[in-house]
């Protein structure tokens, strides 16, 4: 148990659905992000959340939506996706301020568009 | 800007063989520094960490680093590889300019000959 939660594990959505990721993390970290991996590409840094207000949006499509609606859940809403959405996204959290403790991440959600 | 280069894409070493994997980054002070371990379809998992004292840093399943400032590096290391090493391997640093935000390398992949 790594101590942030994802779901669901696996996902595949048509292009006109509109889904949601779940991520939790009960570590009393204050920061939460969102990253998307896709194959043969380097971590992208999508959102940040610190103590619940956004503080990064890394020119991410508003498809994209995300809410974090306390300290220690984070949502990311799909809707209208493309098929090279299709990707690894991975939620982690930390505690701002303390770099030096690093990032804590889920295990992921595996998105498929189709 | 800052950055984190990881120079080798693939590498593929024998089992019980020793392992160094390259982290150079771009940084004006001490930095945070950390290495993270990537097995398919899972999470990054925290290996190590530096940010001050003994340039050699030891992490788990067996993995050390070392700092040197002279050479703005921090390659990670293993005396003997096992199978189960094989993953992607991202070196990470603390931005400068952040409380929180953390830039990563492109990875490293490690394949095992057995």
């Known amino acids: 148990e790594t101590g942030v939660t994802q779901t669901p594990r696996h996902l595949v959505m048509g292009m006109t659905n509109k889904k949601s990721l779940k991520c939790e993390q009960h570590l009393g970290h204050n920061a939460m992000y969102w990253y998307k991996q896709s194959a043969k590409k380097p971590l992208e840094l999508m959102f940040v959340y610190s103590l619940e207000e956004r503080v990064e949006n890394n020119s991410v499509p508003s498809r994209f939506s995300p809410e974090c609606p306390n300290s220690s859940h984070l949502f990311l809403h799909l809707h209208t996706l493309q098929p090279e959405d299709s990707a690894l996204y991975l939620c982690a959290s930390s505690q701002p301020g303390q770099l030096g403790g690093g990032y804590t991440f889920g295990s992921g959600t595996r998105l498929t568009v189709v | 800007a800052q950055s984190v280069t990881q120079p080798d894409i693939h590498i593929t070493v024998s089992e019980g063989a020793s392992l160094e994997l390259r982290c150079n980054y771009s940084?004006?002070?001490?930095?945070?520094l950390f290495w993270y371990v990537q097995s398919p379809g899972q999470g990054l998992q925290l290996l190590l960490k530096?940010?001050?004292?003994?340039?050699l840093v030891q992490g788990i399943k067996g993995f050390e680093a070392e700092f040197k400032r002279s050479q703005s590096s921090f390659n990670l290391r293993k005396p003997s590889v096992h199978w189960s090493d094989a993953a992607e391997y991202f070196c990470a640093v603390g931005a400068m300019d952040s409380s929180y935000k953390l830039i990563f390398g492109s990875g490293t992949r490690l394949l095992v000959r057995p």
């Open positions: 530096y940010f001050s004292g003994d340039t």
């Open positions: 940084y004006g002070a001490t930095p945070y």
